[in-house]
């Protein structure tokens, strides 16, 4: 059984910061194509942040500069660095895993929940002034 556990989230205030962690286990997620989505309230989730197996990353305008995706392939984890955070970062973050037999790469369309087989149960983050 393959399971992504997040964790980190909690309250900050505007213009904080914060570090979710995702921590693999069933498999390993080295070749991986790994993301972070969000799901605000009232919206549809929402890709913001995605790492290939090369270790390439991608981030929708809507946060790059502000947040960092990174992995720790030795320890199966996945982490989502938020800096800058403003109220409209509330929301709930999930982590997912796109594994294939090779190393996966990143599409160069905006991510999609289908692109992405295996998912956590999720963090909240909640950003108050």
């Known amino acids: 059984q393959v399971y992504l556990v997040e964790s980190g989230g909690g309250s900050a205030e505007t213009g904080g910061s914060m570090r979710l962690s995702c921590r693999g286990s069933g498999t390993t997620f080295d070749r991986a194509c790994m993301a972070w989505f969000r799901r605000r309230p009232g919206k549809e989730r929402e890709w913001i942040a995605a790492i290939a197996g090369s270790g390439t990353s991608r981030y929708p305008n809507s946060v790059k500069g502000r947040f960092t995706i990174s992995r720790d392939s030795a320890e199966n984890t996945l982490y989502l660095q938020m800096n800058s955070l403003q109220q409209e970062d509330t929301a709930m973050y999930y982590c997912?895993?796109?594994?294939?037999?090779?190393?996966?790469?990143?599409?160069?369309?905006?991510?999609?929940?289908?692109?992405?087989?295996?998912w956590g149960q999720g963090t909240q983050v909640n950003v108050s002034t």
């Open positions: 997912a895993a796109r594994r294939l037999s090779a190393v996966c790469v990143l599409p160069t369309r905006d991510l999609r929940e289908p692109d992405f087989g295996d």
